[in-house]
């Protein structure tokens, strides 16, 4: 099946730092989807970048897309506490399967 | 504004026993999703439903079946659960928009 593998797989930074994560894929795409998880909860949708797109903001978020890089980050600027959580890239070809990698886990120290 | 949801939060239950974890989700989407989370694993995926009455299976069905009866409601059935079974639930759905919901997770402990 076709998934995100993200980097790196933990990640600690002080309050108001920025955060940066990535994810790898290997064939070709339709778009590319982040999503957060809390701890012990469902995930919850972030933001969707499509296959034609090179960038795309949603608040504190910045995500990039190489598509010739098989690459994206997201970015999450002037981080605060409350974005500790792990974050998984999922990746869209066209497939019915929803498939994820193993996440990114991002503590914030305050 | 509850979306996705899962019957339970928490469940214990013994060797042995057959367990469901049923998942209903409002929004009339077409595609459901079954996943175990166990640390350092992320989530795999069990299985998955495309329609009423069809399922698919995903990359470790061992052990596990799946009912969907009605497009709202995609159950996950443990015929017979071990203690290798014990792990963290997500269901979610999707629709034609792409982005999946889930629910808030089932912890399921086998003793």
């Known amino acids: 099946s076709q998934q995100g593998e993200e980097d790196p797989q933990a990640l600690s930074i002080q309050e108001g730092e920025n955060a940066t994560m990535n994810c790898s894929y290997k064939?070709?795409?339709?778009?590319l989807q982040w999503y957060r998880q809390n701890s012990g909860r469902g995930l919850v949708h972030l933001i969707l970048?499509?296959?034609?797109?090179r960038e795309k903001h949603s608040g504190r978020l910045r995500v990039t897309l190489d598509t010739s890089k098989k690459s994206s980050s997201l970015l999450i600027t002037a981080s605060r506490a409350a974005d500790t959580a792990s974050y998984f890239c999922?990746?869209?070809?066209?497939?019915?399967?929803?498939?994820f990698g193993i996440g990114t886990k991002l503590q914030v120290i305050p | 504004d509850v979306k996705v949801t899962q019957s339970s939060r928490y469940l214990v239950k013994r060797t042995g026993e057959k367990v469901f974890l049923e998942c209903v989700q409002d929004?009339?989407?077409?595609?459901m999703f079954w996943y175990r989370q166990d640390p350092g694993l992320g989530l795999r995926l069990i299985y998955f439903?495309?329609?009423?009455?069809?399922?698919e299976k995903g990359d470790i069905p061992e052990g596990y079946s799946v009912s969907r009866e009605k497009k709202e409601r995609f159950s996950l059935i443990l015929e017979s659960a071990s203690t290798n079974q014990t792990s963290m639930y997500l269901c979610?759905?999707?629709?034609?928009?792409?982005?999946?919901?889930f629910g808030q997770g089932t912890r399921l402990t086998v003793v």
């Open positions: 970048i499509r296959s034609n797109e």
């Open positions: 929004m009339d989407h077409e595609n």
């Open positions: 439903s495309y329609d009423v009455k069809m399922k």
């Open positions: 979610a759905s999707r629709g034609l928009r792409a982005e999946a919901f």
């Open positions: 999922e990746i869209s070809g066209g497939y019915q399967k929803v498939t």
């Open positions: 064939t070709s795409i339709n778009n």
